[in-house]
Every structure is written in structure tokens, then in C-alpha cells.
């Protein structure tokens, strides 16, 4: 049984859900349009109506941007965060992380669009590279202390 807010949101057009979206995220239209490379009159098109939707790539990598289900932006079904979106907000909330990417070759929508098994695979040899040299870190420091 859906509760009357999702029922709310399962009703919306695609434009209504990508508006949400950005007020879910704290974004506007503006920074939407840049993160994608289109204009801001085509992301306002979309939102009110003129235009059906973006792009599906654009649909996606608009859903990564404002952290949201890609399937619910595309499609209206589910909820707009996702299990893995609400885990990782969690964890950054829990560790202080203010969402700031530190990676300059390597972007958040090309990680968040891998399969899980992908990113877990990552996400275990990237600690395992941070605690390497946090090792020789910290022996740097007993050698000179």
C-alpha cells in the first residue's frame, strides 16, 4: 500500500519529478544545466512541461548529480532515493564528509553509474591504498620524532 506521499510522487510527470529532484538536492536549474552541458532553458523546458524529458543518458547522469533513483526520475516508480543513495548520505553524515570530491581524474557520476560489484571491488582497494600510505606516513613521522 503506498503511503499518500509516494502516491504523490508516483503521479508526477518527469519534469514535476526532475523539479523535486533539484529541491531534494538543494540544486537549482542552473548548476543542473551546467553539470549536463545543456542550456538552462532546456532544463526549465523539461520541468515545465514543453519538453518530455532529457536525454537517457542525460536522465542519468542528471539522477547521479542530485542523488537521486535514476529509475524513479525516469519512470516515477520506487522511491526517489535509493537504498545505496540513503546508505552512502549515512555514512557522510556519520564520518563529517562534506561531499567534497577529492579525485580529479576520476568524477562521482562515473563511479555511482558502475555496477555494485564494481564499486565495492573500489571501494575495498581503495582503502586498502589508503591505509598503505597512511602506514608510511605515520612511519615517516617515528623516524623523524
Given at each position: 500500500?503506498l503511503?499518500?506521499?509516494?502516491?504523490?510522487?508516483?503521479?508526477?510527470?518527469?519534469?514535476?519529478?526532475?523539479?523535486?529532484?533539484?529541491?531534494?538536492?538543494?540544486?537549482?536549474a542552473?548548476?543542473?544545466?551546467?553539470?549536463?552541458?545543456?542550456?538552462?532553458?532546456?532544463?526549465?523546458?523539461?520541468?515545465?512541461?514543453?519538453?518530455?524529458?532529457?536525454?537517457?543518458e542525460?536522465?542519468?547522469f542528471a539522477?547521479?548529480?542530485?542523488g537521486?533513483?535514476s529509475?524513479?526520475?525516469?519512470?516515477?516508480?520506487?522511491?526517489?532515493?535509493?537504498?545505496?543513495?540513503?546508505?552512502?548520505?549515512?555514512?557522510?553524515?556519520?564520518?563529517?564528509?562534506?561531499?567534497?570530491?577529492?579525485?580529479?581524474?576520476?568524477?562521482?557520476?562515473?563511479?555511482?553509474?558502475?555496477?555494485?560489484?564494481?564499486?565495492?571491488?573500489?571501494?575495498?582497494?581503495?582503502?586498502?591504498?589508503?591505509?598503505?600510505?597512511?602506514?608510511?606516513?605515520?612511519?615517516?613521522?617515528?623516524?623523524?620524532?
Amino acid at each position: 500500500m503506498l503511503t499518500a506521499y509516494e502516491s504523490m510522487l508516483s503521479s508526477m510527470t518527469y519534469g514535476e519529478r526532475l523539479d523535486q529532484a533539484l529541491k531534494l538536492a538543494g540544486k537549482d536549474a542552473k548548476s543542473l544545466a551546467t553539470e549536463l552541458g545543456v542550456s538552462v532553458q532546456a532544463v526549465y523546458q523539461v520541468i515545465s512541461g514543453k519538453t518530455k524529458a532529457l536525454t537517457a543518458e542525460n536522465s542519468a547522469f542528471a539522477a547521479v548529480y542530485l542523488g537521486v533513483s535514476s529509475v524513479w526520475l525516469a519512470t516515477g516508480k520506487g522511491a526517489p532515493h535509493t537504498d545505496r543513495h540513503l546508505q552512502a548520505e549515512s555514512a557522510n553524515q556519520a564520518t563529517g564528509n562534506s561531499g567534497n570530491w577529492p579525485f580529479r581524474r576520476v568524477n562521482h557520476q562515473r563511479i555511482s553509474a558502475l555496477p555494485e560489484e564494481a564499486i565495492e571491488f573500489i571501494d575495498e582497494n581503495l582503502d586498502a591504498l589508503v591505509q598503505q600510505w597512511e602506514r608510511k606516513v605515520l612511519d615517516k613521522k617515528r623516524s623523524i620524532g
